[in-house]
């Protein structure tokens, strides 16, 4: 699996692949901090724990007020329970 970011540190944009790290979650979803430092959502993921690594595909990109959304592709490492 390839993934591609042309700018290196930049901004993602729709289709891109990039790193995260689940942060928190809600009833709705997984907020995941990506690995440039962007803040993202992701819808029905609410099971997975905070610390989890995950690759994610963005679907939209931050608009005013709103994160970023992305689709989780691929689980890399659950996070152990407390």
Not at 21 to 45: D, H, M, P, S, W
Not at 65 to 80: D, F, K, N, P, Q
Request: aromatic share 10%.
């Amino acid at each position: 699996m390839e993934i591609r970011n042309t700018d290196g540190c930049g901004a993602y944009e729709v289709f891109d692949e990039c790193y995260g790290v689940i942060t928190g979650r809600c009833r709705k979803g997984a907020f995941i901090q990506l690995e440039n430092g962007q803040e993202a959502f992701a819808y029905r993921y609410a099971n997975l724990r905070p610390g989890s690594e995950v690759i994610c595909a963005v679907q939209r990109p931050p608009r005013e007020g709103l994160r970023m959304l992305v689709t989780v592709s691929h689980i890399c490492r659950y996070a152990e329970a407390a």
